[in-house]
């Protein structure tokens, strides 16, 4: 494989998509023989071809449109992202000091360097053309990563930035921008989803957390659980991640159902993923329901096992389709 990739490399080929199996086996030997061939590691996007794909679904032929779905996805997405940028971080430990004894920027020079430590980071960039300032995203980053000096733009302390998304989904001009996540990489791979899905087939889009939801749709293809091969997932860091408009759109583009898979509350890596999910179906819900949309969507929380869960809301959601449709 190395030589294939060097050759690869040769005729101009930067990225790699593999249609492979669950990223806790395969992901590192191939980060491995993508370092030893000279290609940053970051440009791999693997496709789960065999607990989200081969082993849960019985139907040949839409497993094999499925696959073809998945795969305009990943390249859509292998095209678009970019190599995280590598920072190094000095740790200290604070020198313990008795109360008032001395001065905070004394105490600071007491303090103790344990490591440094090199961290990529993915950091979102703004779009100062069409950022208004309204300092929402300052407001919503669970980080304290976002400061907004007086008259100036969004400042992003890179060191605290988490990549969780929720500046990128909730800034209301969309001049909060990101390569590798938020709303426009969610939006070109249901476009591309959507762009070769056959007009007889009935499509879910999942969009699911990479942390509990990745972790769900592995659990069932392990256990021997099947379901419908019309259900695709599209991976976002955090529901966190995910803009409203990124679920109206997907329906908006020819999609009959969605359904968001995210942590537990108290599971979310981000903190608010889940709690902001659930605010945005029911928005979206209500909007449906009043403009006479039937396409359902559904909010699953998971903690990574349930799988019984997902697949009973699944074909829940199949029976509403199959009903909005007779």
């Not at 979206?284 to 799988?307: C, M, Q, R």
């Amino acid at each position: 494989m190395k030589e294939e990739l060097k050759e690869a490399m040769t005729g101009g080929g930067k990225k790699v998509v593999a249609f492979a199996c669950t990223r806790s086996v395969c992901q590192a030997p191939l980060e491995a023989v993508l370092k030893e061939s000279g290609l940053d590691p970051d440009n791999l996007v693997i496709v789960n071809a065999r607990e989200q794909l081969a082993l849960v679904h019985q139907d040949i032929a839409g497993a094999t449109e499925k696959a073809k779905m998945l795969l305009n996805a990943v390249i859509t997405k292998a095209l678009i992202i970019e190599p995280m940028e590598t920072i190094t971080i000095e740790e200290y430990q604070e020198a313990p000091v008795e109360a008032n004894s001395i001065s905070s920027s004394e105490q600071a020079g007491q303090d103790t360097l344990i490591q440094i430590v090199e961290k990529k980071v993915n950091h979102p960039e703004v779009n100062q053309d069409i950022c208004g300032k309204c300092g929402i995203c300052m407001t919503v980053c669970p980080y304290e990563a976002i400061t907004i000096p007086e008259g100036e733009y969004p400042e992003f302390k890179v060191e605290l930035c988490q990549s969780c998304g929720l500046c990128v989904s909730s800034c209301p001009t969309r001049a909060i921008e990101a390569s590798n996540f938020g709303y426009d990489i969610i939006e070109a791979q249901v476009k591309a989803i959507l762009n070769v899905r056959p007009e007889d087939m009935s499509v879910i889009i999942g969009f699911v957390c990479d942390h509990s939801g990745y972790s769900l749709l592995d659990a069932a293809g392990l256990s021997g659980e099947t379901y419908s091969s019309g259900f695709i997932p599209v991976y976002v860091n955090c529901m966190s991640d995910l803009s409203l408009m990124n679920v109206a759109n997907a329906v908006r583009k020819g999609a009959n159902g969605v359904m968001l898979i995210g942590c537990l509350k108290d599971e979310c890596r981000f903190m608010k993923g889940i709690e902001r999910s659930r605010s945005q179906v029911h928005i979206i819900n209500e909007f449906f329901k009043v403009a006479g949309v039937k396409n359902p969507i559904k909010l699953l929380e998971s903690d990574g096992s349930t799988v019984n869960q997902f697949t009973t809301a699944l074909v829940e959601m199949e029976t509403q389709i199959h009903k909005s449709h007779s």
